[in-house]
Every structure is written in structure tokens, then in C-alpha cells.
């Protein structure tokens, strides 16, 4: 206990002294311009030590009335980012405006060592109340904070690690603060990147949320951002104007805050009319139209909607984790909403005509639209970005099913944590923080359709045998219920892995591997595509909008070339380099990835499967002790992956860029394959 009073009095008079020093008048520091409040206008002292500041129940209940439709817009996307920290001492907190806790997410044990802290609903957490804190410190400056332990300025919180962004509203005012808190002594800069994300998912929400009776307009530079987290996101009304905007919306504009667009007619923002906009994006299938700036040459890709209530009136369909997803399949229905992201241009359906003019795919497609027309599963395999999804989405629109959802998920893609719910769904209260409605799963939601599992390989293996259970019964039950429920849906599932290889070293089921395997496609890479000069062709007029052309030395080169990222690699390269020509035929100087290191010429070969020493410079490699054996394929993949970090320098996210995959993914395959990165990102 002396020990205790010891450390409390030296962290009291740390506070006197950095205020006293003027060191709070720098612009920069945060926490001692805080501690400089605490001191000079509240009036607070380190070391008193009040009983946690509670306002009454019948207070809460009354707050948490007034902001309900945050709070329910938050709870999802706060599960969710608690489940991601996996951090059973941490506690994920929202609040209002006021600094009082109005919804937490936390471990009973975490919540109880907290509680005399008074993180609790109906904790006051501004600066007046608790001095320097996560949230009350976000509240106070406006943006985003950081308070690691001592930057804490009463004593008693020194022992916790805050970090805090604001939510803000439609109206662009902070709706909200959410935070993290744990016991971390590390000041962890990836958690505020994590709740800021989590901010923008519930911004979005709320703007769906309080604007259902307008249109929603998505828009983003890139074609590829449209339905992500980064659109631009606005609220239409009848007339064209615009009654809400998001700040991904605000940026791409330029402007600098909503009372910079609101009331403004689309006209104003964009080259085109609502209704133009909402004719053309039905006609797309609402997949992206070109639309440019008004008064300006920036070019956007656009989708807009008819209002989510128009919708509802015509058919319930119920809310998933993602709000744009389901408002997507309340305007387009579910099948058109979950299809691959296509660009809307004259050579659309070009290219995706020319995909199937290879003779081994056009034959495979076949094989697969009779195997699948007798329930029989299909297995697809190839490489990463070789075009696995498109290919699965032609055979279930040739199907018996076309009419019912196509339903992708990616089992790399979702945590361990996750897979289950978004898989099977919930009933309504299966978890602390689940969706008070419960929620369908994927497997209920392809239903009538099509079932896409992509990356089957990464599933975690005990959750493979209630896949298979599923397959087997047709049957699914969702967590926290015993009502079971009748699934008719055909399935394809793909990897990029050699599966019979996984079923050897006991990493996949047999008994999965042989349900999935009705019929196993191997799809070619684009190197070895006959129809490669027609894809090419393709591509480049769905990324340069048709004006696109390719000088002899950049045919030859963009033909020559092993192409390890595939499809997925090509398009961004023939992006770049459509907006580096700027309307000029595209030489050789625009597609500087092709020349980085090796001859493009240079076909990647499968290593022999016998222990491999990774090839680093000399200063390091000997050091390096040799790897475990890789078998052919995974030796093939780690040689793709050494080719392309070296022609990227070793930069981890230009190399996950091209391959179309999040960085947490290639980590995980570099780790697997046991490719060290050491050099700086």
C-alpha cells in the first residue's frame, strides 16, 4: 500500500511539473494540454480520489432512448472489433456526447475489475469527471487520442491503456466516442486504425439508418472501393438534393464539411442527373457506371438506389453484418447484390464473354453446368486471382438455381472467431452483443441458390465437420437454437492449395474433401491461357474506358510475362498504366512492375520439394537456418511470392495490392511458407 501512495505521488507531482514547465503549450501534445485543464479550469487534482462519478438508472435509460438508433447501429461493429482484438482484458465502450458509457462490450471478468473504476453503463468519463482519460480526452479535442497509463491524470486510472476516435452523425456534428481500454502497457497505434474503421462502418449505418426514405448514392475513384469501406456514401431525396454525406464522401469531393453539400443537387457534384444515375446502375445491375465531377475531369464510378423503404414495402429480407449488402438486396434482390464487382462500360460484357474463350475453360464450364444440374458438387483449383469466383458465378447462372442468390464467403478472409456465425447465423441474444433480431447465416442465405466457398482450405477444422454435417442433412442450425432448418442450395467450393496434400498432413477432413470433390476443375493460370491476347485486349478497354491501346513493345511484354498474380494482377497493372498513358498508347515506360527485376520471360519453376534456404543477401543468409520441407506446390507458391516481393522491394502492401488480398492474409501465407520479412515495409 505505501509502495502504491509512493507511485501516486510521484505521478502527481509529474503532472505539476509538466504543467508548471509550459510544456502544454505545444501544439502537439495532447495529454498535457489535457493535464493543463485538469488543473487550471476543472480544478482536479491526480490524487483525489472520489468515488466513481454513476448517473441513475432511470438517467441512463433515458440517454440510451435518445441515442438508440447509435446504439444499435454500434453493437454489431463493436462485437465484432472486440471479437478481432481477442483480448480478454480489454473492454470495447461507447459513449455520448457527454462522456457517460451508454453500451460495453467486455469479458465478465475484465467488466468486474473495472467496475469500481466505473467503467460501467452510466460511467461519466468526460474530463471534468475523470480527468485525462481515452474518451472524455477524444471528446474534449475533437479527433482521435492515445492515453497509455501515467498520460492518464488521476492516479487511479494509471493502470489502463485508452484509445479513442469520434463517431460523428449525418450532420457531420460527433455523435459518439468509441473506445478501447485494456491493461496493455504497450500503446498499441493499430487499435486506433481498428476503431476508426469501426467508426466509418457505424457513420454508415447511422446515414442509412436516419435517411431510409432516400436514395443512396456509392461512389469511389476506384471501382473496387464501391460497397467497401471506403465509398464515398451520399442521401438523396426525390429532387436530386442532398440531405447527408459521409467523410469518405466529403474527401473524394473536396469539400470540407457538410454544410459544403448539403442541399446541393447532384448536378452540382456529378456530371448526371439522379435519375440518369439510377437508370443507368439498374441497367449495370447495380455494378458500377462511370460519372465524372461537375466542372472538372475527375472521373468516379457511381451506383445509385431506389430507397431502402421502397424496397422493405416489397420484400423483408433481413439485416446482415454489412449494411450496404442488404440494402443492396432489398433494391436489386439478393442474387444481383452478391454478384462479382464488374465496371458498367460499352465492353462489360465483353469481358466477361472473352474469360470462356479458352478451350479448357469452355470445356470445363460445360463439364460443370452438368455436374452441378445433378446436385453434385464442384471443387475449383488454381491459382490466386486465376479467376475462380467469375468462373463459379457462370455456372450457377447457367444452372437450375440461376434464379435464386449467388452467396460468396471467403474463409480466409473472416477471423477464426467469426467463421461460425456468418456460416450458420444466431438467434436472437446467442452472445453477448449479438443482433437483437438474430441473424441468417450464409449457408440460409443461399438457400434456393448457390452456395461460394472460396479459400475451403483455411476453414478451421472443427467447424469442416459441421460443414459437413450441413451437406450431409441439408439441415442447418444456428447458434443458440435447436430448431433446425431445411437448406436446398448447390455448392462450389475453391483453393488455391492442394487438398489431397492437406488431407495427408491431417490439416482438412477426408470425408470433407470427398463431399466437396463431386468434380475437381484445375483452372489455368492466365500464362498458360490461349485465349491471353483477347483477355489482355479486354481488360484494357474495361480499365482505360475503351481508348486504350497498347504499343507493340507493351503487347509483346504484357504477353510475354509469367503473370504470378493472374487476372487480378493484370487489371491493376493495365490500370496503372491506363492513367500513367493519360489517353496515349501505352509503352513499355507505363508498366514499370513488368521490368522491376527479373526478364519477363522468366516462367516461374516448381523448386524440387527438398529443403529450400531462403535467398537473402549475403550479410544475412548465413544466418539462415534451412526451412521445413515444402512439397511441390507450396515450393511453386513460395518461389511466386519471393519473385514478387523482389520486384516490389519487399513491400509487403504493394505485393498484397497486387494480389488482391488484405495484408493480414499474405503475412499469414508468408508465414506458412516460411518467408521471413525482415526487410522494412
Known sequence: MALMHRQHDRHANHVFEVVRSGLHDSDNDVVTRSWSRCLNEYHLHPDKLNEPAIIASSALQNRCERQADVIDCARYEMTTLYQQLADMESAVVLTDTDGVIIHMVASPEFAAEVAPLGMVAGGMWSETEAGTNGMGTCLASARPV???????????????????????????????????????????????????????????????????????????????????????????????????????????????????????????????????????????????????????????????????????????????????????????????????????????????????????????????????????????????????????????????????????????????????????????????????????????????????????????????????????????????????????????????????????????????????????????????????????????ASEAGGDGMLSPGAERALMEYHWPGNIRQLRYVLRSAAALADGQPITREHLPSLFASAPPAAAPVAPSPAPIVMALPAASAANEAPIPKLNPIQANERQVLMQMLEQNRWNVSNVAKALDVSRNTLYRKLHKLHIEISHPD
Open 146 to 540: 492515445s492515453i497509455r497509463r501515467d498520460d492518464h491524470f488521476f492516479s487511479r486510472f494509471t493502470q489502463l491503456t485508452c484509445s479513442a476516435v469520434p463517431v460523428y452523425d449525418p450532420s457531420g456534428a460527433i455523435a459518439a466516442v468509441l473506445d478501447v481500454t485494456s491493461r496493455s502497457s504497450m500503446l498499441q497505434q493499430h487499435l486506433l486504425v481498428l476503431l476508426g474503421m469501426t467508426a466509418r462502418m457505424i457513420e454508415n449505418r447511422l446515414i442509412d439508418r436516419r435517411f431510409g426514405n432516400a436514395h443512396p448514392l456509392h461512389f469511389h475513384s476506384r471501382p473496387e472501393f464501391v460497397y467497401t469501406l471506403h465509398e464515398g456514401r451520399l442521401a438523396v431525396d426525390d429532387d436530386g438534393r442532398v440531405l447527408a454525406a459521409n467523410r469518405s464522401a466529403l474527401f473524394q469531393l473536396g469539400l470540407n464539411s457538410m454544410d459544403d453539400i448539403r442541399s446541393r443537387r447532384i448536378e452540382d457534384l456529378f456530371q448526371t442527373s439522379l435519375e440518369d444515375m439510377l437508370q443507368r446502375s439498374t441497367l449495370s445491375s447495380f455494378h458500377p457506371v462511370v460519372t465524372y465531377r461537375a466542372n472538372a475531369a475527375l472521373r468516379f464510378f457511381a451506383v445509385a438506389r431506389r430507397p431502402a423503404s421502397d424496397a422493405a414495402s416489397q420484400a423483408s429480407l433481413p439485416t446482415g453484418s454489412n449494411a450496404i449488402s442488404a440494402q443492396a438486396a432489398m433494391a436489386a434482390g439478393a442474387a444481383a447484390a452478391r454478384r462479382p464487382m464488374r465496371v458498367a462500360s460499352p465492353r462489360m460484357a465483353t469481358v466477361v464473354d472473352t474469360t470462356f474463350k479458352d478451350p479448357r475453360l469452355v470445356s470445363y464450364l460445360e463439364t460443370a453446368r452438368r455436374v452441378i444440374a445433378r446436385q453434385a458438387p464442384v471443387l475449383l483449383c488454381g491459382e490466386t486471382g486465376s479467376g475462380k469466383e467469375v468462373f463459379a458465378r457462370a455456372v450457377h447462372d447457367a444452372s437450375p438455381h440461376a434464379h435464386g442468390a449467388f452467396v460468396a464467403v471467403n474463409c480466409a478472409s473472416l477471423p477464426e472467431t467469426l467463421i461460425e456465425s456468418e456460416l450458420f447465423g444466431y438467434r436472437a441474444g446467442a452472445f453477448t452483443g449479438a443482433q437483437r433480431t438474430g441473424r441468417r447465416g450464409k449457408i440460409l442465405q443461399a438457400d434456393g441458390g448457390t452456395l461460394f466457398l472460396d479459400e475451403i482450405a483455411d476453414m478451421p477444422l472443427e467447424l469442416q465437420a459441421r460443414l459437413l454435417r450441413v451437406l450431409d442433412e441439408r439441415q442447418v442450425t444456428p447458434l443458440g437454437t435447436e430448431e433446425s432448418h431445411t437448406v436446398d442450395f448447390q455448392l462450389i467450393s475453391a483453393s488455391h492449395r492442394h487438398l489431397p496434400t492437406l488431407v495427408r498432413e491431417g490439416r482438412f477432413r477426408e470425408d470433407l474433401y470427398y463431399r466437396l470433390a463431386g468434380i475437381e476443375l484445375q483452372l489455368p493460370p492466365l500464362r498458360d491461357r490461349e485465349d491471353k491476347y483477347d483477355l489482355i485486349r479486354d481488360v484494357l
